[in-house]
């Protein structure tokens, strides 16, 4: 049995003030949660950072919480970090006046920059190989293939993309043949698309497998979603199939009309390396079809808590809490 990955570090300082200064002013971690003059947190990724004062946590009593706890010396924390970003991390230091403590060449290879907080605690940046460890995969300022011949879609993956430094061709800009997609999970089809536009192409490699999944009709049509809509893709026939589907178990009324889109989003390197990232907006059918923006089945699904359909949404907004800009935002977390 091996122990799973960190899910928190734990770091002491009576300064708080100055920690969280530091934390989220100079390392850009995500300010999490403050109770002063106890603690403070910050959210990286998937991993938490504590910042406890040990002048506190070292009297706390373990009948109303966390046993007592404090530290003597200084702590220690290490942030994974490429050459490159090293680099980048030594001159932003440089600029806010904090001065390198160490910058160390292992014997085995990899580099470590070390410095010091305000509390004392060491912050060393290192790449990951002086662990034996792989690179950190990441996105930013990459040029992806999205494996979809969808032009909507496409445009939907540019536009929230854009701002994180992503160029994205597609493969029907390329005029890569689509594959079939065989499999009956949505997860086996993004591979099957993501797999063979990387390929094809020799790039990095995004794809998405998506559907309306109806609650009403046993989750249909879900991984069937496009083939609802024949050969020719035509969306008003696949909705009205919907709703003559929805008619004939009865469900006539909103609460009987509920369901979810949902995306599986696939990553593939040419190194072979895969990830997948899954999101979901539930809501409830409407009819008739209302909105021209969108696609799909984009015009009969109204999103919980919204008055609108995704049809009728902007962009801007349906980029915020769609099935797909959730996905895209659980990627987001562990390759950017």
Not at 56 to 70: E, F, I, K
Not at 165 to 188: I, K, Q, Y
Not at 265 to 277: K, N, Q
Request: hydrophobic share 40%; aromatic share 10%.
């Amino acid at each position: 049995m091996r122990a799973g990955a960190i899910l928190e570090t734990v770091l002491y300082a009576e300064d708080l003030a100055a920690a969280r200064h530091f934390y989220e002013t100079v390392l850009g971690l995500e300010f999490y949660w403050e109770v002063a003059p106890r603690f403070v947190f910050f959210r990286n990724r998937d991993q938490m950072l504590l910042i406890f004062n040990p002048k506190l946590t070292a009297l706390q009593s373990a009948g109303d919480g966390p046993p007592p706890h404090g530290a003597t010396g200084a702590g220690h924390i290490c942030f994974r970090a490429t050459a490159e970003e090293i680099e980048q991390w030594q001159a932003r230091f440089t600029s806010h006046g904090i001065a390198t403590e160490s910058l160390m060449d292992w014997p085995d290879g990899g580099r470590s920059l070390y410095i010091r907080d305000p509390a004392g605690n060491s912050v060393e940046f290192a790449e990951s190989r002086i662990w034996n460890l792989p690179d950190m995969k990441s996105l930013k300022n990459q040029k992806i293939i999205i494996a979809t011949h969808n032009t909507g879609k496409l445009e939907e993956f540019r536009q929230i993309l854009a701002p994180h430094g992503v160029n994205a061709v597609s493969a029907g800009e390329l005029g890569l043949a689509e594959p079939a997609e065989t499999e009956n999970t949505f997860r086996g089809n993004a591979r099957i698309k993501a797999l063979a536009a990387m390929q094809a192409s020799g790039m990095i490699a995004m794809s998405d497998d998506s559907g309306l999944c109806v609650d009403a009709l046993g989750g249909d049509p879900g991984v069937y979603t496009a083939d609802w809509a024949g050969p020719a893709r035509d969306w008003s026939m696949a909705m009205r199939l919907v709703e003559e589907k929805l008619q004939a178990a009865g469900a006539t009324t909103p609460d009987k009309r509920s369901g979810a889109f949902k995306c599986t989003l696939c990553v593939i390197w040419p190194d072979g390396t895969e990830r997948y990232y899954e999101g979901s907006a539930r809501g409830h059918l409407v009819w008739p079809p209302r909105g021209t923006l969108g696609h799909g089945y984009d015009p009969v699904f109204m999103p919980a808590g919204e008055s609108v359909t995704f049809g009728e949404m902007d962009h801007a907004r349906k980029n915020l809490i769609s099935h797909r800009a959730r996905a895209l935002e659980a990627m987001f977390r562990d390759l950017f």
